[in-house]
């Protein structure tokens, strides 16, 4: 194999780790709720198809030179504090109180993420935080990411601010289909939550490419 062609291909290598790793974590977060459904299986693929898709997108929008990338990274880290804050909601009833509601009917987007709030905080919290670990951490292993957005602590809480919307988004897409097949789902409503903070971030980093292209635009 060329070093040219090598070189072509590596940059895939560390998506698909992240990719793979995320996966995992949202198969521990399955048992964790302990999900179980009409179709499950079913909305399982469908959320490793959407969540491979935003990885992709990712990967499009900004390729990864030498290991992850920063929002690669921050989508781990966010799904590390995001599974262990689904630990103690489950533990509490949460998730099932917000599977019951959704299962009652759809509500506007600004009310499901005041029930996502409301009754998954620590799912919420643990992955702004974890979100936030991606500042030191990337700071202390990469000299020149301080020049970059994963090591602005404001632009990272807005990326954090896509992820949650992106959260709710998900859940009321998966949750409006799952209607059209038939039944509001745990499935649907888990997947939708994972795959809406994947897409989160592709909405986020899709923004900030956008605002300095037009920063650096002569005129």
């Keep these: 194999m060329s070093s040219a062609s090598l070189g072509a291909r590596t940059p895939a290598a560390p998506t698909l780790l992240a990719a793979g790793t995320l996966l995992a974590l949202v198969a521990w977060a399955w048992r964790l709720a302990a999900v179980h459904g009409e179709h499950e299986m079913i909305w399982g693929q469908i959320t490793v198809g959407a969540i491979l898709a935003g990885f992709a997108a990712l990967g499009w929008l900004r390729s990864a030179r030498v290991g992850m990338t920063a929002p690669q990274i921050m989508l781990l880290l966010g799904a590390v504090g995001m599974v262990g804050g689904l630990a103690h909601d489950e533990h509490a009833g949460g998730f099932a109180a917000?599977?019951?509601?959704?299962?009652?009917?759809?509500?506007?987007?600004?009310?499901?993420?005041?029930?996502?709030?409301?009754?998954?905080?620590?799912?919420?919290?643990?992955?702004?935080?974890?979100?936030?670990?991606t500042v030191p951490l990337l700071r202390g292993l990469r000299r020149g990411c301080r020049r970059q957005f994963c090591a602005r602590l404001l632009q990272n809480l807005a990326c954090s601010a896509w992820m949650v919307a992106g959260m709710g988004a998900g859940t009321l897409v998966f949750g409006n289909l799952a209607a059209w097949a038939g039944e509001r789902s745990a499935p649907a409503v888990l997947g939708g939550m994972f795959v809406g903070m994947v897409w989160g971030m592709v909405a986020s980093v899709a923004m900030y490419r956008l605002w300095f292209g037009l920063r650096s635009t002569p005129g």
């Design 98 to 133: 917000l599977v019951s509601l959704c299962r009652a009917g759809p509500g506007s987007f600004l009310s499901t993420l005041r029930l996502h709030w409301q009754l998954l905080p620590g799912m919420h919290l643990g992955m702004i935080a974890g979100g936030l670990a």
